[in-house]
């Protein structure tokens, strides 16, 4: 399942975000609880809806998001303990750009470019105790003997804290495969893609970009690895409270094709680089998540490991072939639409895939 871990100064609307997000009544900066609080996102796909339509299954799964929130009230000592990041995917960062009287600002004004500049310093600052004890603890092997390895790591974490020292994200850097590894079991937060949810004012949710550029955001949020999402949490809010048919017409009437948190869960989904395929059937018609690039054999494993020990092939139909046919896999063969495919197949977005395997 893909993680997210939601970060935010106060008053920002993140837990308000993690509510809406996940269904949830719960937050964690409320009532002195002190354990993250974590939570289950759908992610919404109107293929999977299309094939359930088709199918008519008995459970209709989309794919998840799981979201993270931690307790606290933001500050450094809210996100240097990163226990409850320790195996998120990416950050959600919550940026307050709306106005609100009755909601004071921690820093007494409303400024985004300040909040999202010190939000990543916390974030470095992080990262740095934690390259600095690293690079400690080397030192100390180093002297019981000479390793490669070793050797190899420190190389890495020095590159890692000098880019920290001067204020840059480690997600900005360009490492080869090796290296990246090698830095997996740290958890650096600055290393974990960005996604910044702009909490807009309700005047400003039909130009998103107009205030991006107003607020001098158009450069920080271009770096690498960072993507922006506009939404309003007030009207999110209003939307979550309406009938689903009357969402639609809401929407509409804000010039919208669809909801912030709906925009929101597709760009986590997007930025780690992750697609979905199905499998179908009357039982259950389901997406799953994988990071592009995974051949079948790995897909076939995220259903169950039997099928990828067991694996023999995927009898793949893209999604647009099998929609065309009414959901027809014997039409989809007679037109040569079904592939039979092996384990080093790399899987597309929006296969419907059955797997063929051995007991």
Same mark, same amino acid.
């Given at each position: ?37 974590? $939570? ?27 979201? +993270? =929130?931690?307790? $606290?009230?933001? !500050? ?71 390793s490669r390895e070793l ?7 020095? +590159? ?45 949710? +039909? ?5 991006? =550029? ?8 271009? !770096?690498?690895? +960072? ?27 804000? $010039?919208?094709?669809?909801?912030g948190l709906d925009r ?19 039982? =259950? ?15 076939? !494993? ?7 020990? $067991? ?49």
């Amino acid at each position: 399942m893909l993680k997210a871990g939601l970060i935010g100064l106060p008053s920002t609307g993140k837990s308000t975000l993690f509510r809406l997000l996940t269904s949830s009544g719960e937050s964690a900066g409320g009532g002195g609880r002190q354990d993250p609080l974590m $939570g289950v996102a759908q992610v919404p796909d109107a293929r999977l809806d299309r094939l359930t339509a088709l199918f008519e299954p008995k459970k209709h799964v989309p794919a998840t998001l799981e979201v +993270t =929130e931690l307790a $606290g009230h933001g !500050g450094a000592t809210a996100l240097v303990d990163v226990s409850g990041f320790r195996n998120a995917h990416a950050l959600l960062h919550v940026l307050r750009m709306f106005t609100d009287g009755r909601v004071p600002h921690a820093s007494g004004n409303v400024d985004p470019l300040r909040d999202i500049r010190a939000m990543e310093d916390e974030l470095i600052l992080a990262d740095l105790a934690v390259a600095e004890k690293r690079l400690d603890r080397i030192q100390q092997d180093r002297k019981k003997g000479k390793s490669r390895e070793l050797d190899e790591e420190q190389r890495v974490i020095e +590159t890692c804290r000098s880019a920290l020292e001067e204020g840059q994200a480690l997600r900005t850097l360009t490492l080869d495969g090796d290296d990246t590894k090698r830095l997996r079991g740290f958890s650096f937060l600055s290393a974990k893609p960005q996604l910044v949810v702009l909490n807009l004012d309700e005047a400003d949710i +039909t130009d998103p970009a107009g205030a991006v =550029e107003r607020a001098g955001l158009t450069e920080a949020l271009g !770096g690498a690895g +960072t993507e922006a999402v506009p939404l309003c949490a007030k009207i999110e809010l209003e939307i979550a409270e309406l009938p689903p048919e009357d969402r639609v017409a809401f929407l509409a009437d804000l $010039g919208l094709a669809d909801s912030g948190l709906d925009r929101v869960i597709r760009a986590s989904y997007h930025l780690l680089g992750y697609l979905s395929f199905f499998t179908v059937g009357k039982d =259950e018609c389901r997406a799953w998540s994988i990071p592009a690039g995974t051949p079948a054999q790995e897909a076939a !494993g995220e259903i169950h490991s039997d099928l990828a020990r $067991g694996f023999i092939r995927a009898e793949v139909v893209p999604y647009d072939a099998l929609i065309a046919r009414d959901g027809s896999h014997t039409a989809c063969r007679e037109h040569g639409e079904v592939r039979l495919e092996g384990k080093e197949y790399i899987v597309a977005d929006g296969d419907v895939i059955n797997f063929r395997f051995a007991t």
